[in-house]
């Protein structure tokens, strides 16, 4: 049988009890407020006023951040109770027992008394006024607007934050994990800066009541010592002037260290668990703070005139958790480290043999023979650096982040040759020449400079292998040479967007549901499985990837998906409506200035293509049926057209007829892998159409 409680009683346990102390501290303080002290425990529970006054300052002081105290408007609305239900006991004290002399409401009210005001009340009154008026109108009025200031912008900057926190996540700057962690800390920040504008008022509160706590010791004092006590007015006035203001005194040197350490905080949120938790860890988080509250305490416990017996008791107490709690965490860190390398042991010794590294294998991975190798990773920081702006650009244009790329040397490649691998399978491997630059020629004429020819590795396209010191010359001509690092990075941009639909696991595609609005995900839970299956949702995004076409609309396509998904099963013939609906994206990424340059299939090859679709009774098309020669003689005529153009630099796509569509790209993706083929019908409306000409006739 479980118990609901469970984490709650286990930290309970853990924290020896503190709960229940920390409630009956409340509850004691509470009950100050209706039920006489004697003179001992009022000034006991003064002197732990101004130490937690103390305190509270060194901990202000020594913080790193704001959060790291974020239990501060907690523990000064606690501080500010238990002054104010010592002002009652005072009050009740000095009123019931004043006529007995300046030591009727204890000691430390006594010993101020004399200290302060050296037997003249009315230096008392001064020097009250004077801290009043410190208090009331220098750092609490700061405090409190430097605290309404800070909650104010901090909460106007949350959505500012919260859209930058979701944008690195997307980038793939951040993993899940970390944006929960920054969101988590932003709610607490805006909570604390929140709280500490409430808080704020608690001090501005606290100084009020001050004065007027001392205003009606004054007056009540002077009338309950005159009419009760037959006191002359003067004597009256002596006894229970001192008395008032010694109070005031004693309640306002807290206030004031309290307002100055609020003062600090807001001027530099995160509380996690029960409030005592809060408290007691962070109040005893700090030795440095101790020590000197404990100095201090020692310190006025040997002043003349004041008790000694409380304030070294707190200073002693001080003194002895300021000296153990450093050993006690050092070992539990000490612990905490011992078991984390017998955990690894452990781990090891299971681990010892087995062939489960070996059957890991990085998504993408680029290998470099021993000459490159040299060359490339001793620069593999920023090589480093431009492949994760790559991986940012990507995510940014195709709608999902594509896996780490893993950069290796391989000893057993040639000298100056670098592999692609995608899944551990070799996709593209060039070579590199260290000490020469790559000039893309085209179809334009060659620099006059010593050269050997080749093809560009990403795009086929004419080039030349010059020597580094011909780069001047070649600029010269109108030529740009192109440094080894960016022929690679180019090489592998194309190598990955010839392979996106590889790349895009199902957990890539789980994840980017679950960033998607509510709406849509009662989208998903209505079409799936009923309809369309989890898998079948990745076929077809696998499919729009392989055609270049960006997901980054996942939305649009959902909605795409549950149009057709009722009326067709094959993930090939949801791709095509898919293709459709988003004509508007897929013709604005394709085109220039909304022009659109195309290539069209000659007569001959409309028809072939419309006769090699076998349909069924239903007119649904059953095979695609052509003849081997056909499709030979058609990717020869094909390739010899869109070199041409390619060599040009222009940018264009292949139109066809909608039905034919699917298989002329499955002829040309193995020419020109990132040529893209429209149907007619995915013409966006407003687009202009150059037809650069036509394959055959």
Excluded at 8 to 26: L, N, P, V, Y
Excluded at 67 to 78: D, G, H, Q, R, V
Excluded at 625 to 651: S, T
Aim: hydrophobic fraction near 50%.
């Amino acid at each position: 049988m479980s118990r609901p409680n469970g984490l709650a009683e286990a930290q309970r346990i853990s924290t020896g009890g503190r709960d229940i102390g920390f409630a009956a501290g409340i509850i004691f303080i509470l009950s100050v407020l209706f039920l006489p002290l004697p003179p001992m425990i009022v000034d006991l529970g003064l002197s732990f006023s101004i130490a937690l006054s103390v305190l509270i300052l060194m901990v202000a002081l020594w913080i790193q951040k704001p959060l790291e105290f974020s239990a501060f408007p907690t523990i000064l609305l606690i501080a500010t109770m238990l002054r104010l239900s010592l002002n009652i006991a005072t009050t009740r004290l000095i009123l019931t027992e004043g006529s007995h002399g300046t030591q009727a409401a204890g000691a430390v009210i006594g010993g101020f008394a004399n200290i302060v005001m050296g037997g003249d009340f009315v230096i008392g009154l001064v020097v009250f006024a004077i801290l009043l008026t410190v208090n009331f109108l220098v750092i609490t009025k700061g405090a409190t607007r430097i605290a309404e200031v800070g909650a104010r912008f901090t909460l106007d900057a949350v959505p500012g934050k919260q859209m930058a926190i979701d944008a690195d996540l997307n980038a793939g700057i951040i993993d899940e994990q970390e944006a929960r962690r920054r969101r988590s800390e932003l709610e607490e920040e805006s909570a604390f800066f929140g709280a500490m504008d409430g808080a704020s008022k608690f001090v501005r509160g606290d100084a009020i009541a001050g004065l007027i706590i001392t205003a009606v010791n004054v007056v009540g004092g002077i009338v309950i010592g005159v009419v009760r006590y037959d006191m002359q007015p003067s004597a009256a006035a002596d006894v229970f002037v001192k008395l008032s203001v010694g109070d005031g005194l004693v309640s306002q040197i807290p206030a004031l260290i309290v307002s100055l350490a609020a003062g600090l905080l807001v001027a530099k949120g995160r509380t996690e668990g029960a409030a005592e938790v809060a408290v007691f860890e962070q109040l005893g988080g700090y030795p440095r703070a101790l020590w000197v509250a404990a100095a201090l305490m020692g310190l006025v416990a040997l002043a003349p005139g004041l008790p000694f017996l409380p304030f070294a008791i707190l200073g002693g107490g001080m003194a002895y958790i300021a000296y153990t709690v450093p050993r006690q965490r050092a070992a539990v860190i000490e612990e905490e480290k011992q078991r984390k390398i017998e955990a690894e042991r452990e781990e090891a010794l299971k681990t010892k043999g087995s062939v489960t590294d070996a059957l890991e294998v990085p998504e993408i991975e680029v290998c470099f023979g021993p000459h490159i190798a040299n060359e490339m990773l001793k620069e593999k920081n920023e090589l480093s650096q431009r492949v994760a702006k790559m991986r940012r650009k990507f995510a940014m244009e195709y709608g999902f982040v594509v896996p780490d790329i893993r950069l290796t040397d391989n000893l057993a490649l040639p000298a100056k040759t670098y592999e692609i691998r995608i899944h551990g399978t070799i996709v593209a491997a060039q070579e590199l020449r260290i000490g020469d630059v790559l000039v893309i020629i085209g179809d334009t004429d060659a620099p006059t400079v010593p050269g050997d020819e080749v093809r560009e590795p990403a795009f086929g396209m004419k080039a030349l292998w010059v020597p580094q010191s011909y780069a001047k010359e070649v600029k010269r001509e109108g030529f740009t040479p192109v440094d080894n690092q960016s022929v690679l990075l180019t090489h592998l941009s194309e190598v990955i967007r010839n392979n996106l639909a590889q790349l895009l696991s199902y957990k890539d595609m789980r994840k980017l549901f679950d960033r998607q609005a509510p709406e849509y995900k009662r989208l998903l839970d209505e079409i799936t499985p009923s309809h369309i299956s989890y898998s079948g949702i990745q076929a077809v995004l696998k499919l729009l990837l392989a055609e270049r076409i960006s997901i980054r609309n996942l939305h649009l396509i959902l909605e795409a998906i549950a149009e057709i998904a009722p009326h067709a099963r094959r993930a090939e013939q949801v791709v095509e409506h898919v293709r459709l609906r988003m004509s508007q994206q897929i013709c604005g990424e394709m085109s220039q200035g909304s022009v659109l340059n195309i290539l069209r299939l000659g007569g001959r090859w409309d028809l072939a293509f419309h006769q090699a679709l076998k349909r069924g009774p239903d007119g649904e098309i059953m095979e695609f049926d052509i003849d081997p020669r056909l499709i030979e003689e058609f990717g020869q005529d094909a390739a010899k057209v869109i070199r041409g153009w390619m060599d040009k630099g222009e940018k264009f796509v292949l139109v066809t007829a909608p039905e034919a569509r699917p298989y002329v790209r499955m002829v040309i993706e193995r020419l020109f892998p990132s040529l893209p083929v429209l149907s007619n019908s995915e013409v966006a409306r407003g687009i202009e159409l150059r037809t650069l000409g036509t394959i055959a006739k």
